[in-house]
Nanobody, 126 residues
Framework: QVQLVESGGGLVQAGDSLRLSCAAS????????TGWFRQAPGKEREFVAV????????HYADSVKGRFTISRDNALNTVYLQMNNLKSEDTGVYYC???????????????????WGQGTQVTVSS
């Protein structure tokens, strides 16, 4: 059973940067991608970004395009989310998940992805 562990969250000011990491205990299936999601208090979980296992395909939510970059290091079984120019509306718990790419991009806000991490808190003060 693959386990995902997020890290790198924290309290920052608007305009600052953070890099989140999602470390997998072992390699994910070859047809899976890894995605980042976030959930703010009182709001539904929302998609942030996704990357294929090869790293050749990425996809972002419109709200983070141009500010966030997803990448991966397969030698370390780790996916990163570089977040620049953070805004207060980026505040939330950030989760990584692994599943088929289409499910990660088009799944509903409560879709039960195959592998989930425990989340890391990101708080952006304005």
């Amino acid at each position: 059973q693959v386990q995902l562990v997020e890290s790198g969250g924290g309290l920052v000011q608007a305009g600052d940067s953070l890099r989140l990491s999602c470390a997998a205990s072992e390699g994910i299936p070859s047809n899976y991608g890894t995605g980042w999601f976030r959930q703010a208090p009182g709001k539904e979980r929302e998609f942030v970004a996704v990357i294929t296992l090869s790293g050749g395909v990425t996809h972002y939510a419109d709200s983070v395009k141009g500010r966030f970059t997803i990448s991966r290091d397969n030698a370390l079984n780790t996916v990163y989310l570089q977040m620049n120019n953070l805004k207060s509306e980026d505040t939330g718990v950030y989760y990584c998940a692994a599943d088929e790419l289409r499910k990660l991009i088009y799944g509903t806000s409560d879709y039960p992805y195959h592998y989930w991490g425990q989340g890391t808190q990101v708080t952006v003060s304005s």
